[in-house]
């Protein structure tokens, strides 16, 4: 074997050690995340059932607001005479509360019954009423118009705490003009000490 032959295998082995020793570098792609079918229906099937679920939920407090305003409609009774801002009407729905003797503070036991009117009143905002003071028959005339003012202002001060705007209410005060119950003893007394709530509209 000649000198160049051997140079030129010498050569060759160590191009060979060179191409081995660098070894080419395996890029791997990496594929964008993507959802698979099960997920995408999964997905969208959980969006249409709550879309349904929030429909549902709207035709039911649609249908509650009507069932409302007719239980409403049906409670009202017009009264013979007029009220401060036009016709007036009762409604059962509406409670009254009662007064101690030449007392206009609210009692404790009483407060329930003004939260359960101003319930009402919250569910029907077009809705004024007209608070009417009442008294027993005991006193003078003037001292009872007084008395049942501050009965019916009490109330409307208090129905104004919670919630109910100033301009929906007025305040009248009958004295001991229109008593509930026309006896003369300590239980008619405690009836006509009261306080009187009737729609003036509606």
Known sequence: MTRR??????LIFCFGLILMGCPKKTVVKEEPSVQSTEELTAERAAKEKEAREKELARIRE?????????EFEKSLVAKKEPGIEGEVFESKLLKDIRFDFDKY???PGDTEILKGNAALLMKHPSVKIQIEGHCDER??????????E???????KYLISLGISADRISAISYGK???LDPGHNEEAWA????????ILSK
């Not at 649609?62 to 007719?70: H, L």
């Not at 006193?139 to 049942?148: C, P, Q, R, V």
Request: net charge positive.
């Open 62 to 70: 649609e249908e509650a607001k009507k069932a409302r305003e007719k």
């Open 139 to 148: 006193g003078t005339i003037e001292y009872n118009l007084a008395l049942g």
């Open 105 to 107: 503070d609210i009692r």
């Open 177 to 179: 003009e229109k008593p």
């Open 191 to 198: 009836k006509n000490r009261r306080a009187h709530a009737v």
């Open 5 to 10: 032959s051997l140079i030129i295998i010498i």
């Open 150 to 156: 501050r009965r019916a202002n009490s109330v409307k």
